[in-house]
């Protein structure tokens, strides 16, 4: 296996980081402090989309630098799951950045559930504006009342009456769903009680204008709203949507998931990465700006021993999510559900330590939004949750390890 970039994608991957030096870096400190001024507390109906998001967005799709997520080339640029990985890692560097590609979760993971299994109708009137990147949308399975992390949980009902199919269930941390922008939400619920496990859930496309669904509130995560798109729980009371509405087919919600999540467990992962760069670089600047006890804190109690830990785990983590992309693209995503699994683990678990690390350093400032850093860990301690637990993935890993083994003496 090589793991070395593409011509084409070493070419993307340099346009790439001059956008990012050029039309962003220069202005990230303004940007995120006019996030904070347009969107302070918890009322999403006030949230506004700050207007340089805009802009660059404009700008990136003149550039080319569009949708880079998606693997067709007639719609996007058609990179590979392992083209698209260290372009991932390149925004994962400034996390607000991806939504400037539209590259943002969960629009990606929505867009190519519509690329892969929706209808040419569906494709139409809900891709082609995500695409455009005019519209955002969110996705909606966890429920408050069960263990999400069992997707086969999930109690909201699909019930079909006559042409139309009719939803009830409440979800929550429902990503995206405060967005001045977003119009679709992709639910999940049971449409078979009876049958298979697997084959009881179904997906269907529910506009957020549909009466019957009320967004109740925005969800904190340790005390952030993450405006403007925030983490909402919603309400789904009898809303009704034409059967045309339904993803694939009744009992088809679990065969969609196994489609939907693996390319983006990639992303997630190597927006990790390059979060945990982002935090190692800080680290070592701050250690060797301030001084304390007559030394550069970076030569003190051992901090060039935590400078090379982090080193080794960002490497080996990057290494694992590039053979698990690489796996995804030649044998599929369902025979690399080991390696997605383990990434899943290791990338957020790395990233929360490096940026802790990059936090003690910086001390009390560390803690402020004078820097990233506070950020950095939010997204690493919720990406432990995000699409799955850890407890979930390790046990996905042992039981494939331990398959292995079946009928041995071991």
């Known amino acids: 296996m090589d793991f070395q970039p593409s011509a084409r994608c070493q070419d993307l991957q340099d346009r790439l980081q001059d956008f990012m030096r050029v039309e962003v870096i220069p202005h990230e400190a303004d940007y995120r402090a006019q996030l904070r001024n347009l969107n302070s507390g918890s009322d999403w109906k006030t949230w506004q989309v700050v207007p340089r998001m805009e802009d660059w967005k404009a700008k990136a799709r003149d550039a080319g630098l569009w949708n880079l997520f998606l693997p067709d080339d007639k719609l ?13 890692e390149t925004m994962g560097r400034y996390p607000f950045s991806a939504e400037i590609f539209n590259c943002s979760a969960p629009d990606t993971g929505n867009m190519e559930v519509l690329w892969l299994f929706g209808s040419d ?5 809900w891709l082609t504006p995500l695409l455009a990147g005019e519209i955002r949308s969110v ?5 408050p009342n069960v263990a999400s992390s069992d997707a086969r949980n999930i109690s909201a009902s699909i019930t079909e009456d006559g042409d139309e199919l009719v939803l009830n269930g409440r979800k929550w941390w429902s990503t995206g769903i405060g967005h001045p922008n977003a119009k679709l939400a992709i639910f ?20 957020l204008d549909t009466p019957g669904v009320t967004i109740e509130r925005m969800l904190p995560t340790m005390g952030e709203y993450d405006p403007p798109a925030g983490h909402g729980e919603v309400n789904f009371d009898n809303v009704r949507v034409p059967k045309e509405n339904l993803i694939l087919g ?11 999540l693996g390319p983006g467990r990639i992303h997630h992962c190597m927006r990790a990465i390059g979060a945990a760069e982002r935090a190692l670089e800080l680290m070592i600047t701050r250690g060797g700006q301030r001084e304390a006890f007559g030394k550069p ?5 051992g901090n060039r021993g935590q400078v090379a830990d982090a080193r080794v785990a960002i490497d080996q983590a990057r290494l694992l999510t590039l053979y698990a992309a690489w796996k995804i693209d030649t044998v599929g995503a369902k025979a ?4 997605i699994s383990a990434i899943k683990v290791v990338a957020p678990n790395m990233l929360q330590d490096v940026v802790d690390k990059a936090m003690q350093i910086h001390g ?12 950095l860990w939010l997204m690493a301690r919720a990406l432990r949750y995000a699409d799955g637990p850890d407890e979930v993935h390790r046990a996905m890993v042992a039981r494939q390890e331990l398959a292995k083994y079946r009928g041995k003496n071991a």
């Open 121 to 125: 109708t569906q494709k139409q009137e």
């Open 188 to 207: 999940m619920g049971i449409s078979d009680p009876d049958g298979d496990p697997h084959a009881r859930h179904s997906m269907v496309l529910v506009p």
């Open 250 to 260: 009744l009992g088809k919600g679990f065969a969609i998931a196994q489609g939907r």
């Open 297 to 301: 804190l970076i030569a003190l109690e």
């Open 364 to 375: 009390g400032q560390g803690l402020t939004h004078e820097t990233p850093l506070a950020d």
């Open 139 to 143: 996705f909606c399975m966890t429920e």
């Open 76 to 88: 996007a640029l058609g990179l590979s799951t392992l083209e698209y990985a260290p372009l991932a």
């Open 336 to 339: 690399a559900m080991s390696e």
